[in-house]
T-cell receptor
Framework: AQSVAQPEDQVNVAEGNPLTVKCTYSVSGNPYLFWYVQYPNRGLQFLLKYITGDNLVKGSYGFEAEFNKSQTSFHLKKPSALVSDSALYFCAVRDHTGGFKTIFGAGTRLFVKA | GAGVSQSPSNKVTEKGKDVELRCDPISGHTALYWYRQRLGQGLEFLIYFQGNSAPDKSGLPSDRFSAERTGESVSTLTIQRTQQEDSAVYLC??????????????FGPGTRLTVL
């Protein structure tokens, strides 16, 4: 069965510092991996995805994520956090060899302090 | 339209009533998903449509929940005999199949359902 774990309910970081939001997954086949962000009073927005190819994926707003097959991880990173990055971040996985269901993690709330 | 739209934005109903939620996907998007997001929780997959067929209904929580889609257009999620535990935000997303945007889901603003 597919599953996604976001081990941190909340991440606090100072503006200008690097940030990492963690995600690990479990699928039986090859994964499609995604990060989405939910800003207050706004809908979910796509940030980036890994389908195949380079393990380091670059996305919107300066975010990037690294696919690590051996550790089954897909951590979201940004070199320098902004206050405006404060939001709820969701990691998601789909097993592209076994159906269409996309499983979302429980979400990690990121607080960036000025 | 430019994005995914959902209606109504808010729905308050009494326990035992039926409700119908509507989703208008991005034009040309073959794939359509419904999710449920309870307060403070992540997204719970409900159903996936490819065109007007639903090859994955595995997330529908009970037979009170059903969904249909007309062609590659509007979808409706119906909840019969609503219960208080059905209170949540119901999100719809659409995506294209094939090309660089494949599997990228574009979400609507959601319908907030409150069952009294």
């Amino acid at each position: 069965a597919q599953s996604v774990a976001q081990p941190e309910d909340q991440v606090n970081v100072a503006e200008g510092n690097p940030l990492t939001v963690k995600c690990t997954y479990s699928v039986s086949g090859n994964p499609y991996l995604f990060w989405y962000v939910q800003y207050p009073n706004r809908g979910l927005q796509f940030l980036l995805k890994y389908i195949t190819g380079d393990n380091l994926v670059k996305g919107s707003y300066g975010f990037e994520a690294e696919f690590n097959k051996s550790q089954t991880s897909f951590h979201l990173k940004k070199p320098s956090a902004l206050v405006s990055d404060s939001a709820l971040y969701f990691c998601a996985v789909r097993d592209h060899t076994g159906g269409f269901k996309t499983i979302f993690g429980a979400g990690t709330r990121l607080f960036v302090k000025a | 339209g430019a994005g995914v739209s959902q209606s109504p934005s808010n729905k308050v109903t009494e326990k035992g009533k039926d409700v119908e939620l509507r989703c208008d996907p991005i034009s040309g998007h073959t794939a359509l998903y419904w999710y449920r997001q309870r307060l403070g929780q992540g997204l719970e997959f409900l159903i996936y449509f490819q065109g007007n067929s639903a090859p994955d209904k595995s997330g529908l929580p009970s037979d009170r929940f059903s969904a249909e889609r007309t062609g590659e257009s509007v979808s409706t999620l119906t909840i019969q005999r609503t219960q208080q535990e059905d209170s949540a935000v119901y999100l719809c997303a659409s995506s294209s199949i094939g090309g660089p945007s494949t599997d990228t889901q574009y979400f609507g603003p959601g319908t907030r359902l409150t069952v009294l």
